[in-house]
């Protein structure tokens, strides 16, 4: 589905309807509109749909769950599952990282809002009311609500709400595709850690509350992972100056990059985590902040417990579904599955990809692929934001039954194309072609209607 410039959605479609197809069902990675018409589902909507729709043992375990009660209020009581479900997450994010401390919320952006809730207490916990500032990318996507929105950086998402968004520093983005420069890639971890460093040291350390990051960009930088060293350099940097690492891991968490914590493959635990989108899969609303044991002790001592939450959270219906998602993706083995054909995904798509001089990069992990489009290969330039590029590839798949995931602006702000993939994990290697070869014609046609443009 088309985003339009900065990722936004389009405005045609805020009431649900205007020109859009009906939904009606949807089977497996496929989806159903009224009229009949089958979509492969791409990117699993917005990168959630992991176990792809319609999967009975999901589905059963909501029912039986909504058969005993509407929802267990989080202040009057507990229930098996939030009970089970804080037990598979501390255990997939792995005893020894002592993440084992969770709020559930109902999406990523209140988890995000929640994080950074939990750094704040965190410090006022322990009478460093000075930390208040947080440390943000350019490029980085965190959400809707003001705080996420005021660490975010989707320009035209941001722009009506200046002036009132929490405020925060940013430090450039970190793209292996667009190094500053002179930097080659090899040394854009420790040139880009320094950038953090030195923007602590002009804020002042004791200022700063934390620094929140995606490990591996979603939407705002097209599916790009840290550059080698980075993620441990920065997790030293911030232990050094008392400033909690938050990693955003609500589009790369839960599995979609091939392990739980996408942050795993770097090695580094971080303070606080957001997650969401597939932790219950997209069946129901479901996300979580996540955080290490000191962090709850410090808590506990001054307030009693963390400060945020909602009516809905931890809604039992949704822990229901995020327990059985969970259990679902251990059981078949399916991070291991995301792993393997995720290996073998990407050169595919590459060499599928090929013939056309437009596509600059393909890159990601596991199952969150990004796919640039440059208007030249060797100097990397964008083609114009009037072509409107991705939204075009994107319109051009749906059209033909492929859903993806265009967003633009990943350059600038204004410049820049790209386009995710995030299929369903439970995608078969029939279905992963299929994906690429209609990917590819996508590209052809969005290319050519795009080009009538300017
Ligand atoms: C990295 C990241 N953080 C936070 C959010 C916000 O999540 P939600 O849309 O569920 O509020 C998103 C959504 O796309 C995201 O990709």
Known sequence: MAQARGGGSRAR???GSGGLPKVAHGSGIYVFDTAGKRYLDASGGPAVFCLGHGHPEVTAAIVQ???????GYRYTFTSDPLEELRELITAACGRASRLDAMVFVSGGSEAVESALKVALQYH???GEMTRRRFIARRRSWHGNTLGALGVS????????FEGALVEASFVPQVSLYRPPEGVAPEALGAHAAAQLEAEILRVGPERVAGFIFEPVVGAAGGAMPPPSGYAARVREICSRYGVLLIADEVMCGSGRTGSWRALEQDGVVPDIMAVAKGLAGGYLPLGATIFSREIAAALEAADGGPLTGHTFSAHTAACAAG?????????DGLLERVRTAGAKFQPALRSALAPYEAVGDVRGRGFLIGVELVAERDTRAPFPAERALAETIGQCAFEDGLICYAAGGNVDGIEGDIVLLAPPFIASDAELEEIITRFARAVGRGLAVSARRV
Do not use: C, M, Y
């Open 124 to 126: 006022s916990a322990r």
């Open 323 to 331: 327990v059985a998602v969970q259990r679902i993706i251990a059981r």
């Open 153 to 160: 950086d989707f320009l035209d998402r941001r722009a009506p």
């Open 13 to 15: 479609s805020w009431t």
């Open 65 to 71: 769950q909504l058969e005993r009660i509407a929802h």
